[in-house]
C-alpha cells in the first residue's frame, strides 16, 4: 500500500523487530501488568511470524481485543488459526470509501481486496469497525459507504479528517462547513434507519459516547488528565518505542520518547518526556489559555484532543483548533 494519508514512515516492513525482541517486550508488558494489547501497524498480517507472535501473547495470560487491519490479507487460513485459539477479536478494518478507497490506498484493487477480506470476517462470525479517512477524494462517496457499513452488518463505523501528520501533511483538508454538512446528512440516514451500528463522526457527533458509554464518562474537573486514552491505550510503535498515541510520531517529541528495546518497562515509562505528555492536566491547558477558562463549550469540548493541538503548532498546552472550531461554530451533530 501507499496510502495517502500514512504517517507510520515504515514501508514493506522496514525497521520490523524481530520476534525474539518482541518476546523481550511482551516480557516487560506482562511483569508491568499489561492484560491486554491490540494488534496495529502499518499491517500487522504482514508479519510471516504473527501466529508466533500471537501464541507468546497468549502464552503470557494476555488477551487481544483488537486487530487493526487494512483487511486484504484476511483468508480462512488465517481466520481458522484463530478459531483454533479461540479468538474473537474485533477487527478495525480502514476502508475509505466506495469507488474511492484504492485512491487513498495508493493500490489498485486494495478495494475489492478490502471487500474480500470484510466479507470473510463477517463470513466467520467476527464483529467488524469500518474506519473512513476523508478528504475531496472520499467526501462525495460517504453515502455509498455508509449503505455498503449498513449492508455488510457492521458493529461499528467511524470517519474522520486524518490528522496532519506524515503524508497527510500535504492532503488537502475539508473544511469544517463542508464535512459538518457531510456529517449531518449521515446521522440523518442512519437515524432513520433505526440506528444499525454504532456511528462515530470525529467531533462532529458520537453515537457511542453520547448514548451507549454515557455512565462511563466522569463529569469534568481541571484535575484530570488532558488524554484519559494515551495512559490507558499507550503505543508501542513497530521501532518499540513507547508513545501516548500513534500521532505523535510526526511530532518534536518524536525523538525524545523511550524504547522498549533499550529500556525496561519501568525505565520507560518514567521517561521524562513520556511522563511530560501523557501527565498535562485540563487545569494547565485552562492555565494556557484563560479564554477557554470561560467558554461555555468547555465541559464538552473538555480542551481538546494535545497531539491535534501540538499538529497545529500551539504547542502541548495549547488551543486545538479543530475540536474548538467545531463547537464555536455550532458544528455538532
Known amino acids: 500500500m501507499r496510502c495517502r494519508h500514512c504517517y507510520m514512515g ?19 508488558l506482562c511483569a508491568s501488568g499489561a492484560m491486554q494489547l491490540s494488534l496495529t501497524g502499518g499491517e500487522p498480517l504482514m508479519r510471516a511470524d504473527l501466529m508466533e507472535l500471537i501464541d507468546s501473547i497468549l502464552s503470557r495470560g494476555m488477551d487481544i481485543p483488537d486487530i487493526f487491519t487494512n483487511a486484504t490479507l484476511i483468508d480462512d487460513a488465517f481466520l481458522a488459526q484463530l478459531q483454533a485459539r479461540g479468538l474473537s477479536p474485533i477487527f478495525h478494518v480502514s476502508f475509505d470509501g466506495v469507488g474511492r478507497h484504492d485512491v487513498m490506498r495508493g493500490v489498485p484493487g486494495a478495494e475489492s481486496a478490502a471487500r474480500r477480506g ?27 459507504t455508509y449503505e455498503f457499513a449498513k449492508a455488510t452488518g457492521v458493529h461499528a463505523w467511524g470517519i474522520g479528517r486524518p490528522m496532519a501528520a506524515g503524508c497527510a501533511k500535504s492532503m488537502g483538508r475539508v473544511a469544517d462547513e463542508e464535512f459538518a454538512a457531510a456529517c ?31 455512565h462511563d464518562i466522569p463529569g469534568f ?10 495512559r490507558a491505550f499507550p503505543h508501542i510503535t513497530h521501532e518499540g518505542i513507547l508513545m501516548p498515541c500513534p500521532c505523535y510520531a510526526d511530532t518534536e ?14 525505565t520507560a515509562w518514567h521517561n521524562p518526556t513520556l511522563r511530560r505528555v501523557m501527565d498535562v492536566r485540563k487545569a ?29 503548532g500551539n504547542g502541548l498546552l495549547g488551543r486545538d483548533d479543530i475540536t474548538c472550531n467545531i463547537f464555536r461554530k455550532g458544528l455538532r451533530a
Not at 469497525?129 to 462525495?140: A, G, I, N, Q
Not at 474537573?221 to 494515551?230: H, I, K, L, V
Not at 494547565?284 to 497531539?307: D, I, S, W
Open 284 to 312: 494547565e491547558v485552562l492555565r494556557a489559555n484563560p479564554a477557554c477558562a470561560r467558554c461555555e463549550h468547555l465541559t464538552q469540548c473538555r480542551t481538546g484532543c494535545r497531539v491535534s493541538a501540538v499538529l497545529a
Open 118 to 144: 470484510i466479507a470473510a470476517l463477517k463470513s466467520a462470525g467476527h464483529r467488524v469497525v469500518l474506519t473512513t479517512s476523508v478528504d475531496e477524494h472520499t467526501l462525495p462517496a460517504l453515502e455509498k
Open 184 to 214: 449531518h446528512a449521515l446521522k440523518a440516514l442512519w437515524e432513520a434507519d433505526g440506528q444499525p451500528f454504532t456511528l462515530g463522526l470525529e467531533s462532529y457527533f458520537s453515537h457511542a459516547v453520547t448514548k451507549d458509554m454515557q
Open 253 to 266: 517529541f518524536a525523538g525524545a520518547f523511550p524504547s522498549l528495546v533499550a529500556d525496561d518497562w519501568h
Open 10 to 28: 515504515a514501508p514493506a516492513g522496514q525497521s520490523e523487530l524481530p520476534l525474539e525482541t518482541l518476546q523481550h517486550i511482551l516480557d516487560e
Open 221 to 230: 474537573e481541571p484535575g484530570q488528565y488532558a488524554c484519559g486514552s494515551c
